[in-house]
């Protein structure tokens, strides 16, 4: 069955500092890989997406992610953090068959100033 | 830009009562999707859509139905409320030549006294 794992559940950083957050996946085949970002009290935005083709993928705000099959990974970077980036970020995987996404549990992205 | 709303943010009832959750999308989506958000455990599906009057069950349907009698507009319903559907409830919808991306509404935090 697909999964995703999230292993880090609260990351802090410093602003200005760079970021990585990790995401492994289990699936089969070739996995659709998202980030969705979750702002406090808001719904998912989608960050990025990788379907097929350049690995390493481009997102909005600055964001970008690299999908690396031999490790199973989509981890998802940024090379300098701001304080607006403090939020819950969620990876997910296409399951499949069906239209239905999985959800890893988030990993909360603390700020400090 | 696509649009999901949903009928309240904050909702308090008591244990027992019927509770309805609105969805409405403005994109003409096909798919819509109801999850619920519960921290530690990511976003789990409920149910979801793929067309006015046809409805699947997803990972945790137990305690709750569906209805989706207009394209735009997918209700949950907890037949009884119980304090442990106590979360906050995301709904999504998406267009099945986009690949799997959906879009989510701001969510409702429903708390069941």
């Known amino acids: 069955a697909q999964s995703v794992t999230q292993p880090d559940i609260h990351i802090t950083v410093s602003e200005g500092a760079s970021l990585e957050l990790r995401c492994n996946y289990s699936y089969g085949a070739t996995p659709y890989l998202f980030w969705y970002v979750q702002s406090p009290g808001q719904g998912l935005q989608l960050l990025l997406k990788y379907f097929s083709g350049d690995t390493l993928v481009q997102g909005i705000k600055g964001f970008e992610a690299e999908f690396k099959r031999s490790q199973s990974s989509f981890n998802l970077r940024k090379p300098s953090v701001h304080w607006s980036d403090a939020a819950e970020y969620f990876c997910a995987v296409h399951g499949g068959a069906t239209n239905k996404l999985i959800f890893g549990t988030g990993t909360l992205l603390a700020v400090q100033p | 830009d696509v649009k999901v709303t949903q009928s309240s943010r904050y909702l308090v009832k008591r244990t027992g009562e019927k509770v309805f959750l609105e969805c409405v999308q403005d994109m003409d989506h096909e798919n819509m999707f109801w999850y619920r958000q519960d921290p530690g455990l990511g976003l789990r599906l409920i149910y979801f859509?793929?067309?006015?009057?046809?409805?699947e069950k997803g990972d945790i349907p137990e305690g709750y139905s569906v209805s989706r009698e207009k394209k735009e507009r997918f209700s949950l319903i907890l037949e009884s409320a119980s304090t442990n559907q106590t979360s906050m409830y995301l709904c999504?919808?998406?267009?099945?030549?986009?690949?799997?991306?959906?879009?989510f509404g701001p969510g409702t935090r429903l708390t069941v006294t």
């Open positions: 859509s793929y067309d006015v009057k046809m409805k």
């Open positions: 999504a919808s998406s267009f099945p030549a986009e690949l799997y991306e959906q879009y």
